[in-house]
Structures are given as structure tokens and as C-alpha cells.
């Protein structure tokens, strides 16, 4: 009987939803909308301190760049933001696991 050879093939690159550009789809959009927003609010706050149009609109544009780079997911389908997500969700993790040692095996 001849043995039969399965073999798998997994494609790359290919993308489980629509990307606007490599690495930021609907998703990341959304997210880095909020970050604008936030941004701009800042920015809002800088104005009311310093007046200064100029550095207001340099804080929005920073706050728009920024938001989206930082939401751009990598080569490890990764983004910042998630990677930040990750470490939270990490920290509150169980890190210590306390155990009693108990006799093994019937050993009296």
C-alpha cells in the first residue's frame, strides 16, 4: 500500500478585512479618529493657554500624524496601540502563583 503525503498550504499576506494602506484598515481608522479628537482637544487647551495660532495648528497636525502612526498595525499585525493594550492586560494578570508542596505519591 503506498502511504499518501498530505500537504497543507497557507497563503501570506493575505488580509481578513479591506485595508485603506498596508497595515491600516476601517478598525485602525476609527481608532485613530479618537486619537485625533483627543488630539485637537489638546490642542484646543494649548490655544486657550498660549493664543498662538501657529503652535495650535502644529499640536493638531502632530496630534493627526501621530494617531495614525501610532495605530498602523506592522509585519506582526501589531499596532502601538495594541501593543500597549497587551502590556495592561498583562499587568493585571496573575503574577504570582503560590502553592503548598505536598507529600508525593503515598509517601507518608
Excluded: H
Excluded at 495648528?57 to 502601538?80: E, R
Excluded at 501593543?83 to 507529600?103: E, S, T, V
Aim: hydrophobic share 45%; proline share 2%; with cysteine.
Amino acid at each position: 500500500m503506498e502511504e499518501q503525503k498530505w500537504e497543507l498550504y497557507i497563503p501570506s499576506g493575505v488580509k481578513a478585512e479591506n485595508e485603506l494602506f498596508n497595515g491600516f484598515g476601517r478598525r485602525e481608522l476609527l481608532q485613530s479618529m479618537a486619537g485625533s479628537l483627543l488630539g485637537a482637544g489638546i490642542a484646543f487647551l494649548l490655544w486657550l493657554c498660549t493664543r498662538n495660532v501657529a503652535f495650535t495648528v502644529v499640536a493638531v497636525l502632530t496630534g493627526i500624524f501621530g494617531s495614525v502612526m501610532m495605530c498602523t498595525k506592522d509585519m506582526n499585525n501589531q499596532s502601538v496601540v495594541d501593543q500597549i493594550g497587551n502590556m495592561i492586560r498583562f499587568a493585571r494578570n496573575q503574577q504570582i502563583y503560590p502553592y503548598r508542596a505536598l507529600k508525593e505519591w503515598g509517601e507518608v
